[in-house]
């Protein structure tokens, strides 16, 4: 049985969220990470895409009242919620909150014109996925806002189906907090599906080792359990305010009815409004080891404190979150030790250590933000084999890597901005491998701990992406479309950057294949026609559309090949050979600097 760890300053310490734990302050604001703005609404409207925001000015006076009711008595829904979703602003996750009276009744004021999708968070209701599948989507309610006049609704909310029952150690102790995960079969494939709420896929047990997930849509689900192991994670300085991050990670799962994979586990069939109860689950108790050794820098020989170590284990038939592996960190001689480790080959990686938590402010200057100052290396991945024994003196040594730097100007000698990002992205599209840094108050930026290979060199201006990257010269060389080589060997200075505030707007609409039917809240991406020629993507351009099928979004201007990406399915899914394929089949279009240009997007049939 596990026990949690006696954490000091208990007080102070800070459950987060992805956009802190992974994400940081930095690449939250620079990569759009997610940031919910509940129940409020913001002026002025943002559209985020892969470079550019446009900005525009909505009126106000927009009423949307209605009443929400189950399908099947029409009895109304009392003091649950009520949400408004603005599907362009995907990456922001903008939304409005209300609340049903003793009546059922809700009210929304001062809504921006615009078209919506309307959900409702109710337990025991089938939830849809204002972001999901066309299937998924075919149950939301659409409300078109003109900012001047009412619109009355009625909503009708339907029960789903649920799973009960009862997780248990051999002895028969129940497992408290034991994390209970649901996978639907989708296509063929299983999938894991979202149960605990908006941002969550998982519930907890109680004090009884008692669980229930309810809203389930018809389908075919596994279930299985596993125990959470709690753990502080170090960011690469102390927080001023002495809190810390917890890591929750999960050890390996046991499926009802007593499997301990994915294929040996039992399917159960729910229909809407069903009751599956004794739904059991014995957790199977394996033996555990442990791995310890010390990370080192290669170039000296040198300790590598608070490096932060991972661990994942392979050959898994369902990838987990990476918010569920272990996280631990080196001490001051670079030694690290993981425990409750089971059998298998595992994934070690090695990265920096995270900065130190501080959120970025619209009106703060990327220049005013605590920097890490902590020693920068490359992050590494090796495999470990643990069979039946602990596995100790593992000896990790790390390159400190290469920097990049030089100044950032803007075209015409305009001041520069604040809150300027360089961003070299990766050749092979990973965006966890994305390397960024802020300007400095000088102009000047650094971009340490860059490992050797191919980079796409671009600039990010938040909140309002109003700019673009015009043109990146080295050595005489314009490599603004083009790709950077970096050596094992040698730093690369004197990058001279220049943005320009004349980017390019295309709006219109995306549209089904039979040209008839608007697609809402689904993704735009625009890839530069250069790039695909050459079978390398570099510059993009992506927003999504809003519940009537009409997007718009800006960037820089070029030659592009404009793609629509089917529901449920985002940019960053699409890469690689199926992205080019894709992309050389789709529309080109041309953006003129400062264009207004309106286009209608189809999506590719199938056949």
């Known amino acids: 049985m596990n026990t949690l760890p006696s954490f000091p300053n208990i007080s102070k310490i800070k459950i987060c969220a992805r956009a802190v734990l992974y994400g940081f302050a930095l690449t939250c604001y620079v990569f759009s990470s997610g940031l919910i703005s509940i129940a409020k609404v913001q002026s002025p409207t943002e559209q985020r895409n892969g470079e550019a925001t446009v900005q525009t000015t909505q009126r106000r006076n927009g009423v949307v009242r209605g009443r929400v009711v189950y399908e099947d008595t029409r009895r109304p829904l009392r003091r649950v919620g009520v949400q408004l979703f603005e599907p362009t602003s995907k990456t922001r996750r903008r939304h409005w909150i209300s609340w049903t009276n003793g009546r059922g009744e809700f009210q929304f004021k001062n809504l921006p014109a615009g078209k919506y999708f309307v959900t409702v968070d109710a337990p025991g209701i089938i939830r849809s996925n204002a972001y999901g599948s066309e299937e998924a989507q075919k149950d939301l309610t659409t409300v078109i806002v003109d900012g001047t006049t009412q619109v009355d609704l009625v909503i ?78 170090l960011t690469a300085q102390d927080d001023p305010d002495g809190s810390n991050l917890l890591n929750r990670s999960l050890l390996p799962p046991t499926y009802y009815d007593g499997a301990i994979n994915l294929s040996g586990a039992k399917e159960l069939r729910v229909e809407a409004g069903d009751e599956l109860t004794d739904i059991d689950i014995t957790l199977i108790e394996r033996p555990v080891y442990s791995i310890s050794g010390v990370v080192i820098l290669r170039d000296n020989n040198q300790p590598v404190a608070r490096a932060r170590i991972t661990l994942k284990r392979k050959g898994e038939e369902l990838a987990g979150s990476d918010l569920e592996e272990p996280v631990v960190n080196s001490d001051e001689e670079g030694r690290f030790t993981f425990d409750e480790v089971y059998e298998g080959i595992h994934t070690l990686t ?220 985002g940019y960053n899914q699409l890469g690689g050979g199926e992205l080019i394929s894709r992309a050389a089949k789709a529309q080109r279009i041309t953006l003129q600097p400062g264009e207004n240009k309106s286009i209608d997007l189809l999506l590719p049939s199938e056949r």
């Open 350 to 569: 090695v990265t920096p250590p995270h900065p130190t938590r501080q959120w970025y402010r619209e009106n703060q200057k990327a220049s005013q933000v605590n920097l890490d100052l902590t020693q920068k290396f490359v992050a590494r991945q090796l495999d470990l084999n643990i069979a039946g024994a602990d596995l100790t003196n593992v000896m990790i040594p790390v390159s400190i890597g290469r920097r990049v730097s030089g100044p950032v100007t803007v075209d015409g000698e305009k001041p520069l901005p604040d809150n300027v990002f360089v961003i070299l992205d990766p050749v092979n599209g990973e965006r966890d491998n994305q390397l960024s840094s802020p300007t400095l108050a000088n102009g000047t930026f650094t971009i340490a701990g860059v490992p050797a290979g191919k980079y796409l060199v671009r600039t990010a201006v938040p909140p309002n992406q109003k700019y673009y990257t015009k043109s990146v010269m080295h050595r005489h060389s314009e490599l603004a479309r083009d790709l950077i080589t970096v050596e094992e060997d040698q730093d690369l200075t004197n990058f001279v950057i220049v943005i320009s505030f004349d980017v390019a707007l295309v709006s219109g609409r995306a549209l089904a294949a039979d040209g008839k039917r608007a697609l809402g809240g689904v993704g735009v991406l625009f890839v530069s026609a250069d790039s695909v020629e050459k079978k390398i993507i570099t510059r993009r351009i992506y927003g999504f559309t809003n519940a009537g099928g009409e997007f718009s979004v800006s960037g820089a201007p070029g030659d592009y090949l404009a793609l629509v990406m089917r529901p449920g399915e």
């Open 156 to 233: 009708r909310a339907r029960r789903g189906g649920a799973i009960s029952g009862k997780v248990t150690y051999a002895d028969g102790d129940p497992v408290l907090n034991a994390s209970i995960a649901l996978i639907k079969k989708k296509d063929g494939k299983w999938v894991r599906v979202y149960v605990g709420g908006p941002s969550t896929d998982r519930v907890l047990t109680d004090e009884r080792g008692v669980y229930r997930i309810s809203g389930l849509s018809p389908g075919d689900y596994l279930v299985r359990a596993a125990e959470q192991k709690i753990g502080i994670e």
